[in-house]
């Protein structure tokens, strides 16, 4: 039953003969998991928080950076360097005390996703990679749980349903990730600040229809949105048997290996503090875009940009070791792999977390590190 309290907060809602009481009794108890408090996660939480979902579970490893700012709205300047999901768990009490929140402050991995998802009703999957997708859709199949699905790509984005009521699953759509050079990759490309939220809206809504078992439920059908023409199409996808029944017992588990991470050999930030003011320092190697290099760099650092790796290669040490790096270590990732795979090489190590762990770890001494300006972080 709904309280006096509940009754005026969502008045407006109990005025929609779709909805009514019993429609928001069912938004009382329904409990949802909610992965990735990013661009996605943020428009997404507060609308379900503001709606009466009754429990909001949010997992979220990352913590926020200042980059973030421009299109994570959940978050401030006197967030930076907290975890999203303890921030955002917060925010959603401020939107809504009445809703109980379930913070994890983890990424969903093949260790931890069948608790995470089993406990849960339905899934919206606001993560920016394509191992935590095939994880999340085979969970999600192997639980019987409707997965609302969301991606945003510089001015594009789409919202799928999947799984729902015997409907398609993500590899009926998707049946293969895509390799390291086809994945997009926002942080190499920029993303328009408003997209997420556009997108990150249109899945709250389809999370809430499915929930209150209202309208036409995006299932096997994708919804395409083109911010720069203000043009929207659907696009209608069939159930495949033999896709839909691939789950966590099934599936290959190189889908959900990091892209391009086999066979990546690493080095930490402070391994290579001490490396670099050794008698043979690593050759360093940054693939960001030109315009991130000038922001800030390791000194003697050499630019490759991953988009046009190939024209640079035969410069590339073949014995001496070479450190990759970029922003958070994703493109240099691909880089290694590339690198390895295409072109032979065997001497790379790629910097776990990029320039952002560079400069979390402890003090560096001034001869080694020159940075630009702090806004480029």
């Known amino acids: 039953m709904l309280t006096q309290e509940e009754r005026q907060i969502y008045r407006r809602h109990l005025q929609l003969p779709e909805i009514g009481e019993a429609g928001q009794e069912k938004l009382k108890a329904a409990r949802v998991l909610v992965v990735g408090a990013g661009g996605l996660g943020c428009p997404i939480l507060q609308y379900l928080a503001a709606a ?7 997992v979220d490893a990352d913590q926020v950076d200042r980059s973030n700012l421009q299109r994570q709205i959940l978050y401030g300047p006197a967030d930076l360097g907290q975890l999203k999901a303890e921030v955002a768990g917060r925010a959603v009490q401020r939107i809504n005390p009445l809703v109980r929140t379930e913070v994890y402050t983890c990424r969903a991995r093949l260790g931890n996703v069948r ?26 199949v192997s639980y019987g749980k409707p997965l609302v699905s969301g991606a945003i790509y510089k001015f594009e984005g789409q919202v799928a349903v ?11 759509l998707f049946p293969q990730p895509p390799s390291a050079a086809e994945a997009p990759n926002c942080e190499a490309t920029g993303v328009l600040g408003v997209l997420p939220g556009l997108v990150g809206t249109a899945q709250a809504t389809e999370a809430l229809k499915v929930i209150l078992g209202i309208g036409e439920v995006l299932s096997g059908r994708l919804w395409l949105f083109d911010a720069l023409t203000f043009q929207t199409r659907t696009l209608k996808f069939a159930r495949r048997p033999e896709q839909a029944a691939i789950n966590l017992d099934t599936a ?18 402070v391994e290579l503090r001490e490396q670099l003011i050794s008698a043979r320092p690593p050759f360093l190697l940054d693939v960001r875009e030109p315009q991130e290099y000038a922001s800030g760099h390791l000194p003697g650092a050499t630019l490759l940009p991953l988009s046009a790796l190939e024209k640079g290669v035969a410069n590339l040490p073949k014995q001496h070791p070479v450190v990759v790096y970029c922003r958070s270590g994703r493109r240099s990732t691909q880089a290694v792999e590339r690198l390895q795979t295409e072109f032979g090489l065997t001497n790379l190590l790629n910097l776990e977390g990029g320039m952002l762990a560079w400069e979390d770890t402890a003090e560096v001494p001034a001869e080694i590190v020159s940075f630009g300006s702090a806004e480029s972080q």
Do not use: H, M
């Open 52 to 58: 009466g979902v009754g429990t909001l579970g949010i």
């Open 115 to 140: 608790e995470l998802v089993s406990k849960y009703d339905v899934v919206v999957d606001g993560s920016d990679n394509f191992p935590t997708r095939y994880l999340l859709n085979d969970a999600c």
């Open 162 to 172: 999947f799984n729902y009521q015997g409907g398609p699953t993500y590899r009926c």
């Open 252 to 269: 290959s588990t190189t889908d959900y290996a990091d892209l391009c991470g086999a066979g990546v050999r690493s080095i930490s930030a």
